[in-house]
Structure formats: structure tokens, C-alpha cells
Nanobody, 122 residues
Framework: QVQLVESGGGLVQAGDSLRLSCAAS????????RGWFRQAPGKEREFVAA????????SYADSVKGRFTISRDNAKNMVYLQMNSLKPEDTAVYYC???????????????WGQGTQVTVSS
């Protein structure tokens, strides 16, 4: 059974940092692009960041560019999202995703995690 499990969410103040982690199990995801989506209360899920299999292709939503950094460790089947200078509008449930390419997972990820809550207070 394929599983993506997020961790690292929590309650922080504006300006703080958090690092989300996503562990993959059930198959080797080194051949897949990985990424993150988020869903704020009352809003649709939105793309946050994506990284290619090799790590050479990375993309970010405009709203997080310069503040968030995505990375991966294929040997550990892990992907990370370093979030700096957090803002109250970053409050959301963050989902780990995987798919065959960065171009695909920005809109149609094949696999989703259960999500981890990030709350940023002002």
C-alpha cells in the first residue's frame, strides 16, 4: 500500500520557521516528482512547491517564492518543505504529493498524504 505521511506541522507566530517532512512507503518514490499542496479554511487546495526526481527542476507558487524551500532525499524516500518568514495567510493543511513529473503534479498529483496542520498566528 502506497503511503505518504507528513509531519512537522504546528502552531507558530508570524515570522517564525517550520520544516515539514514527508515520508513515503509502499514503493520507491525516487523515480517520481514530489511536491506540496495546501488548503486554507474555506479555500480550494493550491499548489505550493514541486521538485523533480533528480532535484534539478524546482517550482514554487508565487506566494511562497523566496520564503519556502523544497528538497528531497531519495535514499530516505523523503521530501521536505522549509518554510521561513511565515505569515498568517500561510495557515493551512499542508499535503505531500507525488506524481510522474513536476509539470503533472502542479495540477494532478497521483498520490496524496493525509495532511498536516500549519497555523501561523499574527
Amino acid at each position: 500500500q502506497v503511503q505518504l505521511v507528513e509531519s512537522g506541522g504546528g502552531l507558530v507566530q508570524a515570522g517564525d520557521s517550520l520544516r515539514l517532512s514527508c515520508a513515503a512507503s509502499g514503493r520507491t518514490f525516487s523515480g517520481y516528482a514530489r511536491g506540496w499542496f495546501r488548503q486554507a479554511p474555506g479555500k480550494e487546495r493550491e499548489f505550493v512547491a514541486a521538485i523533480s526526481r533528480s532535484g534539478e527542476i524546482i517550482s514554487y507558487a508565487d506566494s511562497v517564492k523566496g520564503r519556502f524551500t523544497i528538497s528531497r532525499d531519495n535514499a530516505k524516500n523523503m521530501v521536505y518543505l522549509q518554510m521561513n518568514s511565515l505569515k498568517p495567510e500561510d495557515t493551512a493543511v499542508y499535503y505531500c504529493v507525488a506524481g510522474i513529473s513536476t509539470a503533472i503534479i502542479t495540477s494532478r498529483p497521483a498520490y496524496w498524504g493525509q495532511g498536516t496542520q500549519v497555523t501561523v498566528s499574527s
